[in-house]
T-cell receptor, first 116, second 115 residues
Framework: AQKITQTQPGMFVQEKEAVTLDCTYDTSDQSYGLFWYKQPSSGEMIFLIYQGSYDEQNATEGRYSLNFQKARKSANLVISASQLGDSAMYFCAMRDGATGTYKYIFGTGTRLKVLA | DSGVTQTPKHLITATGQRVTLRCSPRSGDLSVYWYQQSLDQGLQFLIQYYNGEERAKGNILERFSAQQFPDLHSELNLSSLELGDSALYFC??????????????FGSGTRLTVV
């Protein structure tokens, strides 16, 4: 069965520093997608970044980058130059490989607090 | 505004009651997904509809049902409510076919409190 594991329930980072949020996954599919979402205290889910299993380069979106290590089955999110507004819950998710469905499996999340 | 509209934003109801949560997907999106986010279970997939037809089912209780209408909006019906059904219910939408190298779009959620 597919599984996403986020082992860091909470993290602190100083403003302007970089932080890495860990995510490991388990799947027997060859084709899969990995996502990171941000959930601020207001509750909405904000898409941050995507990595496809066949993508050879790590995905980047502004201050977000995904450190994809396929052999280790890890997809860590790196946030550079942290800002106070980055304080939120962060979820790693994997798209189910079954044909015709795009349901996601989510990890338990990491709560990030950026310190001034 | 994500383009996915969920109503109502908040709902407080008593045990044993029935409620309906509504979702209007982003324009052009054919797939609608429902997720439940609770403190003890995290984010759990409930059900997916694609162009009016049920496409995938997750850990959805028998007391819950959903449908997608011809105009593509979807409703999630929760009946015989229990305290444990209190959660944030998200709807998300996607094109559903073709390019999928981006996350689907979530609505802002409906926070259900069962008292």
């Amino acid at each position: 069965a597919q599984k996403i594991t986020q082992t860091q329930p909470g993290m602190f980072v100083q403003e302007k520093e970089a932080v890495t949020l860990d995510c490991t996954y388990d799947t027997s599919d060859q084709s899969y997608g990995l996502f990171w979402y941000k959930q601020p205290s207001s509750g909405e889910m904000i898409f941050l970044i995507y990595q496809g299993s066949y993508d050879e380069q790590n995905a980047t979106e502004g201050r977000y980058s995904l450190n994809f290590q396929k052999a280790r089955k890890s997809a860590n999110l790196v946030i550079s130059a942290s800002q106070l507004g980055d304080s939120a819950m962060y979820f790693c998710a994997m798209r189910d490989g079954a044909t015709g469905t795009y349901k996601y499996i989510f990890g338990t999340g990491t709560r990030l607090k950026v310190l001034a | 505004d994500s383009g996915v509209t969920q109503t109502p934003k908040h709902l407080i109801t008593a045990t044993g009651q029935r409620v309906t949560l509504r979702c209007s997907p982003r324009s052009g999106d054919l797939s609608v997904y429902w997720y439940q986010q609770s403190l003890d279970q995290g984010l759990q997939f409930l059900i997916q509809y694609y162009n009016g037809e049920e496409r995938a089912k997750g850990n959805i209780l028998e007391r819950f049902s959903a449908q997608q209408f011809p105009d593509l909006h979807s409703e999630l019906n929760l009946s015989s409510l229990e305290l444990g059904d209190s959660a944030l219910y998200f709807c998300a939408s996607s094109v559903g076919v073709g390019a999928y190298n981006y996350g689907y779009t979530f609505g802002s959620g409906t926070r259900l409190t069962v008292v």
